[in-house]
Every structure is written in structure tokens, then in C-alpha cells.
């Protein structure tokens, strides 16, 4: 079974191109329940994030992912053809496991990655598009990124995209104590951005729609607008900042106009994005989007230990794969057998069935040690021997 992927390369992707193949839960659904009944596709499991959109297959020929995903998206592929990163086999393996551990992401060692990787798997499973393979993988890239959080500190630095927002806001406003703020989006990186910048002292209103079903939850000591009026609160605010998963603008040039004043600073983490971008070119409007957050995968060591944890992943799921395709070699080899067993006995038929018996043996074993002639080792054989006679006299072998 062959494992490929193939990612959004954020150094070669503009987020003019990667907002156009970014999805949200539901549409993430709809296209890994699409792509898994293409020809030769096994499973797949498709992550998108505000950072990234990186599609895994299992499949039993090569295949190009990146292509089948611009496929069942709709979208052409040609302007992607020199974005996307396609990897295979152990380098597939080893991309997921830093993926997991916050190692390719734009934000060194961020917190969320590990949730949206979980998010990912669980959403193809839900649909039925995952298979065996993806969900070992999957839960070993998982356990790798657990264990580096738990064992070593990569940074010291902020890490999410709300605190590296928070970050730049301060050092375009400065102190942030009793600035306003307004944050479009009650998400999970609405929430987070809003909790920030409240813990820095501002005054900080997050947005409600106000057909919003179940339960919400605002951020302690944040206030509530409706969406539907976030222009009018808009006006007495330093900072505007905008965090949804809506497929159009949430604030464009036409919209702002006829308001007396706007946020000096506006910072856009959506993709695709939440703020047009022609808003950045009004007066005295300074606007930001994730793509300014910080340096992606510059001057960066990783740690010994961080390497030693992700190679015995890699290890683990290594064998698990090595050990899986063997069964399938080791039903057709029982079969194998049972067909030499036949043809023996139809060639002689005087033969007694030991003597079939240890004929087919003979012969089967002589052509398996002739097979595996490079690999095989007196201790394995040994091992095998012994295990056999265990089942057959219930004693091992003593050497």
C-alpha cells in the first residue's frame, strides 16, 4: 500500500491561492467522502487549517493528491502545480509526524496542530473514507506530537496565531491597557484572539449572529455585539480583528464607508480571508493577515530528543506497515501450499497421504529459505522451529 500527500507550500503558495482550497468541517467531509471512491484510493484523509491544506492517501498506485483534491474541489490545477509539496512513503510518514508535533508549522511548536490533526482523521472516519493504514499513521503522528509537548520545550516564543497577533498588535500600538477592541468570531480562534487581548488590558467586544443555535461561549470578561451590528461598534475601536470560517468577507471597502473613524489596526486570520484586502489601502488603516504573523520554518534547530521521539514513531508504524503487508504475502503463500499439496497428489496417486505430505513440505520449505535467502538467519529459523514444535508437543526447541 502506498502512502502520498501532498501540501499547500506556504513559501510558494500566496494565500490568494491557498484561501481557494481551504475548507471548512463540513466541506472538509464532502471532499474526502468525495476523492475516496477515485480509482485506486484506499483511504484519505484531507487537514485544513488557516495554515495549511495537506491531503493523505493510501493507495494501491501512485497517485497525485494534490490533483485529485483541486479535482473534487472544482478549481483548476495548473496555477497549483508548483505550490504543492508531494511526498511518499517514509517521507509522508515523517512530514505527518512534524506536522503533529508543530515542527512545519508557521508558528514553532504551535499548541492547536495536534487538535486539527485528531479533527481530521475523526472527520474521514466519520464519513467512511479512511481506512486501516491512515488510521495507524494517524494515531502514531498523534502520540509523537503528545509526547514532544510533554517532554520537550521548543520555544519560548507565543504559540498560536492569536498570540503572535497579539504580539505584532503591541508592537504597532504599543501598551494595549485600555484600547478597544472589537473580534468578528466566536470560534475557537475568535475566543483565544479575545482572551489575549482582554488578559492585556483592553476592552475587548466579541460578535454574536443572532440566529446562532446552542450553546456559545464568550470569553470571561468580554462583551457581546451582534454581528449584524458590528459596524456601528466598530467606529470607537483601535483594533478590529476578524477570525471566522465564512467563505465571503466579513468587512469590505463598500462596507466601511460613511463611517467617521476606523480601527487604526485591523489583523485578518481567516483563510479564506474575512477582511478585503483593499481595506488596508484606506487612510490610516493599517491591515494585517496571517501571512504577516512571522517567519515560516527560518533559522530553526530541532532538538535531539524531539528527533529521537519522532524516528521510534516512525519505527513503530514502520513495522506495523511491514507486518500488515506480510499477512496479505502470507495468505497467498498458504494457498500456494495447498495447490502444491493438490498437484502432488495428482501426479501420484499411489503416494500416501504422509507422504504428500512430506513431500509438499520439503519442497515448500526449500523454495521459502531459497526466497528469503538474504534475509534469513539460523536464530529466526530457530525461533520458527521452536514455535512450531510448541504448538505440536507443547515443548520448545532447547538448543
Known amino acids: 500500500m502506498n502512502i502520498i500527500m501532498s501540501g499547500l507550500e506556504h513559501s510558494l503558495a500566496p494565500i490568494s491561492l491557498r484561501e481557494q482550497l481551504s475548507f471548512t468541517k463540513l466541506q472538509t467531509a464532502e471532499m ?29 498506485q501512485e497517485e497525485n493528491p494534490g490533483q485529485l483534491l483541486c479535482q473534487a474541489a472544482g ?49 474521514a472516519r466519520e464519513v467512511g473514507a479512511t481506512d486501516s493504514v491512515l488510521e495507524t499513521l494517524f494515531r502514531s503522528a498523534i ?13 519560548a516564543v507565543p504559540t498560536s496565531a492569536a498570540s503572535m497577533a497579539v ?27 479575545a482572551s489575549l487581548l482582554y488578559q492585556e488590558g ?3 467586544s466579541v460578535t454574536l449572529r443572532t440566529y446562532h443555535h ?83 520554518l527560518e533559522n530553526r534547530t530541532v532538538p535531539q530528543e524531539v528527533t529521537d521521539i519522532l524516528q521510534a514513531q516512525m519505527e513503530n508504524f514502520t513495522r506495523w506497515l511491514n507486518y500488515k503487508d506480510c499477512m496479505t504475502s502470507v495468505e497467498s503463500l498458504k494457498q500456494a501450499i495447498v495447490n502444491r499439496l493438490l498437484t502432488a497428489k495428482e501426479l501420484n496417486e499411489e503416494l500416501t497421504e504422509a507422504e504428500i505430505i512430506e513431500l509438499s513440505v520439503n519442497k515448500t520449505v526449500d523454495l521459502l529459505v531459497t526466497g528469503l535467502a538474504e534475509r534469513i538467519t539460523s536464530e529466526n529459523l530457530m525461533k520458527c ?5 510448541l504448538h505440536t508437543t507443547g515443548r520448545p526447541v532447547v538448543s
Request: with cysteine; hydrophobic share 40%; charged share 25%.
Open 214 to 296: 446552542g450553546e456559545t461561549i464568550v470569553p470571561p470578561g468580554c462583551g457581546v455585539v451582534p454581528y449584524e451590528e458590528r459596524f456601528q461598534h466598530m467606529e470607537d475601536c483601535d483594533i478590529l480583528l476578524s477570525a471566522t470560517t465564512s467563505p465571503h468577507y466579513t468587512v469590505t471597502v463598500e462596507q466601511l464607508k460613511g463611517l467617521p473613524s476606523l480601527p487604526a489596526v485591523m489583523v485578518d486570520l481567516a483563510i479564506p480571508r474575512d477582511i478585503q484586502p483593499e481595506v488596508g489601502k484606506l487612510p490610516g488603516v493599517s491591515l494585517y493577515n496571517i501571512d504577516d504573523l512571522g517567519s515560516y
Open 143 to 155: 502520540s509523537a506530537g503528545k509526547e514532544v509537548r510533554a517532554k520537550v520545550r521548543l520555544t
Open 385 to 389: 522451529e521452536s514455535k512450531i514444535r
Open 75 to 123: 478549481t483548476e490545477y495548473a496555477p497549483y502545480q508548483d505550490a504543492f509539496v508531494t511526498l511518499s512513503g517514509k517521507k509522508a510518514v515523517e512530514h505527518l509526524m512534524e506536522v503533529a508535533a508543530g515542527l512545519r508549522s508557521r508558528i514553532w511548536g504551535e499548541d492547536q496542530i495536534i487538535s486539527q490533526v485528531k479533527g481530521a482523521i475523526a472527520i
Open 202 to 204: 483592553c476592552q475587548v
Open 167 to 193: 504580539a505584532l498588535l503591541q508592537e504597532k500600538l504599543g501598551e494595549l491597557k485600555d484600547k478597544k477592541a472589537l473580534v468578528i468570531g466566536n470560534g475557537e480562534m475568535g475566543r483565544l484572539s
Open 32 to 60: 474526502v467522502r468525495t476523492i475516496r471512491p477515485f480509482p485506486h484510493v484506499a483511504g484519505c484523509v484531507l487537514i485544513s487549517t488557516c495554515n495549511r491544506t495537506e491531503l493523505y492517501l493510501s493507495c494501491t
